[in-house]
């Protein structure tokens, strides 16, 4: 699933393709993709022009004019391209929003879990998914103090509450497991046993990572691409995930791999701390 780092670098490579762009026709091969009214949601479109496309965890905000944002979430394997209108449909294009000069922004899913829905610009988080996110990673709301508070609260292990995207939004399997080795914490710590300092070092890496991740243009570990059908460039700088059993970077140990609430986990038993007991 494209994380924090891969939305943004869409993000930033979709901009500048569609920007000030008007739509003249919206087509809906598969109208599941869209969560809301189907003929309105083609309706509402018809006319309006792209103004600026923002970002909140894992959702696009694409700010249009009439005061409407089109707030898209690509779970998966989502994924925009511009192309012509004249191209043929490729079997996963669902969604096509030609625009008035000819070209159209088609959304590719494999999988089709992705989904779209038009709101009221301002009203993204009253009615999306966006109303149930904590804090995005990288805004100024995701503070140290911020984070040492939520997770004292947490009675349950440090991989699954980065995950829950309820306590911080954007961070994904491969970025969980990298940043709790750069932290030096061991996956199946209780999140609210971690004493302050170390978790404060975690609210630095998990920021750190993310940066660097977004400058790099993403991780591609199996079908992420960019806007522009570029893969991400992180994949080489990624110290744990992928990496069972070969060398830790920073110990040379065996890195393992296990299974957390049903998910990959990688690390280092040696390098990352176990904090077990929970004196709160």
């Known amino acids: 699933m494209p994380e924090l780092a891969e939305v943004e670098t869409v993000r930033r490579t979709l ?4 920007q000030n762009k008007v739509i003249a026709k919206v087509i809906l091969w598969y109208p599941k993709i869209v969560a809301t009214d189907h003929t309105a ?17 894992k959702f696009l905000e694409i700010r249009l004019s009439g005061h409407l944002t089109l707030v898209s979430h690509l779970r998966m394997e989502g994924k925009y391209r511009l192309t012509s209108q004249a191209t043929p449909k490729g ?16 959304y590719n899913d494999v999988r089709k879990f992705g989904r779209m829905q038009l709101v009221p610009t301002g009203q993204e988080r009253a ?11 990288l805004t100024a709301a995701f503070t140290t103090k911020y984070l040492v508070a939520a997770l004292h609260k947490k009675k349950k ?7 829950d995207q309820t306590v911080v939004s954007g961070l994904g399997n491969i970025y969980a497991d990298e940043v709790l080795w750069r932290a030096k914490i061991h996956p199946l710590s209780w999140a609210n046993s971690i004493p302050a300092s170390r978790l404060r070092i975690l609210h630095d890496e998990i920021v750190r990572l ?13 079908s992420y691409l960019d806007a ?11 110290k744990v995930y992928g990496h069972a059993e070969e060398p830790c970077e920073r110990c040379q140990r065996p890195l393992v791999k296990i299974k957390v609430n049903a998910r990959g986990t990688t690390f280092c038993p040696h390098c990352q701390k176990e904090y077990l007991w929970s004196p709160y």
């Open 210 to 222: 993310l940066k660097a991740a977004i400058a790099a243009g993403g991780t591609t570990v199996h």
């Open 91 to 106: 079997k996963h294009d669902h969604v096509e929003f030609v625009f008035v000069d000819g070209s159209a922004l088609r």
């Open 157 to 163: 292990n440090i991989k699954s509450t980065l995950l």
């Open 127 to 137: 009615l999306t998914g966006i109303n149930k996110l904590g804090p995005d990673a």
């Open 41 to 57: 949601f083609s309706r509402q479109l018809v006319g309006k022009k792209i103004v600026t496309i923002d970002r909140y965890a």
């Open 228 to 238: 522009t059908g570029r893969t991400g460039g992180f994949q080489p700088q990624l």
């Open 15 to 18: 901009l500048p393709l569609i």
